[in-house]
């Protein structure tokens, strides 16, 4: 088993080093004005960090490997979204990726040895066990999703593999000119199991573009990504971005965080039901929601023509 896995490192490891002249060159400057120094402990893969009031931003934080999500980070973001969700000091949550890219996916070194070489005696529990895994790893980004507070991702360079999983699982796409998308798993022999399949086309008005793109690894561009709807707004570079996505997520921090939160969860709801099970479902949660005193406090304001970011609403 030790020699199998050695070798598939190795592998990997010589394709790894093999590709680096076809990729681009390490050297390219790129502004990283909003990165943070490194990881927040007790993490290492992510630096998290509050940088407007009620505004919690969640930084990919492996740099110097592209942000390749190694098997502490499959596991951070579960715990950093589940704090997230409880926090009632966060109201908004933005998403981006230190270094020269966003993230370039899956951490090929530890695939070989998580991944390809599950544990268990027979068959049946290497199966059994490797599932487990999958649904785990499904969780990293499912999380994202259930979390009631909006997050707004910014993307700038490259988006690969895992990161479209992650993007397809945010509530708002941003991104930078340079930005490219690439659904890659089919280039390394793997159907993308963690949830790009699943959302994306739920995304992209087209399914044709969406299978195109899933079965033939074919990078996506910004322009593109904005006219197929996968992002809403692109950036000239990464300083704007984050401007512009800290600008967003304060316009959606200052309002209501009952309306915000209820409107998130009821638009994921509305994606994966009729409109018949949607709207039965919102009359259920606004029967209560509608109660609480933030409306009289919003609509106050609306009636002086006093912006939302005058009301102070209780924490939620
Ligand atoms: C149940 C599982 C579900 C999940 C499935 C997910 C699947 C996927 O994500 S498929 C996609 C896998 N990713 C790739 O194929 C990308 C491979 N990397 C690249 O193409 C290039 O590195 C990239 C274009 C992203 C960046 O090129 P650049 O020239 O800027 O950097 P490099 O010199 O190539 O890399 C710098 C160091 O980072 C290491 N690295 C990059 N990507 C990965 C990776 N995916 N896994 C592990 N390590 C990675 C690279 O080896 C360099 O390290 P070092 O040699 O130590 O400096």
Same mark, same amino acid.
């Given at each position: ?10 592998? !990997? ?19 990283t004005?909003?990165?943070?120094s ?27 490997k ?14 950093c979204?589940?704090? !997230?969700?409880?926090?009632?000091e ?5 998403v ?25 005696d027979d ?6 066990n490797?599932?487990?895994?999958i ?36 509530? !708002? ?6 930005a ?5 798993e089919?280039?390394?022999g793997?159907a ?14 087209s ?30 570079d ?32 509305a ?6 099970e ?13 109660q ?20 102070a609403?209780?924490?939620?």
């Amino acid at each position: 088993m030790y020699v199998q896995r050695a070798m598939l490192s190795g592998i !990997i490891r010589s394709a790894l080093t093999k590709n680096r002249g076809l990729w681009l060159p390490s050297q390219v400057m790129v502004r990283t004005m909003s990165s943070s120094s490194g990881p927040t402990s007790p993490y290492t893969t992510l630096s998290i960090s509050r940088p407007t009031e009620r505004v919690t931003h969640v930084e990919l934080h492996r740099p110097e490997k592209r942000n390749a999500m190694n098997k502490a980070f499959w596991s951070e973001m579960v715990d950093c979204f589940n704090e !997230i969700a409880a926090d009632p000091e966060c109201r908004v949550v933005v998403v981006s990726g230190a270094g020269k890219i966003f993230t370039a996916g899956i951490d090929l070194m530890d695939m070989a040895s998580n991944l390809l070489q599950p544990e268990g005696d027979d068959t049946a529990r290497v199966s059994w066990n490797l599932r487990k895994t999958i649904t785990k790893y499904q969780e990293t980004f499912s999380v994202i999703e259930k979390c009631s507070k909006p997050v707004v991702v910014a993307v700038h360079g490259a988006c690969i593999g895992g990161g479209v999983d992650l993007i397809t699982a945010c509530d !708002i796409r941003l991104c930078t000119q340079d930005a490219w998308f690439q659904i890659k798993e089919v280039d390394i022999g793997i159907a993308a199991d963690v949830g790009t399949l699943h959302r994306l086309p739920k995304v992209i008005g087209s399914r044709s573009l969406v299978n195109e793109l899933a079965l033939t690894a074919r990078k996506m561009y910004a322009d593109e990504a904005k006219s197929s709807g996968l992002v809403s707004r692109v950036f000239a570079d990464k300083e704007t971005m984050m401007a512009g996505a800290l600008e967003m997520a304060g316009e959606i921090a200052a309002r209501s965080p009952v309306a915000v939160q209820g409107t998130k969860i009821n638009l994921v709801y509305a994606r994966d039901h009729s409109v018949a099970e949607g709207l039965d479902y919102i009359a259920t949660w606004n029967m209560s929601m509608l109660q609480t005193q933030d409306v009289m406090k919003s609509a106050q304001a609306a009636m002086e023509r006093k912006s939302p970011k005058t009301v102070a609403f209780s924490k939620l």
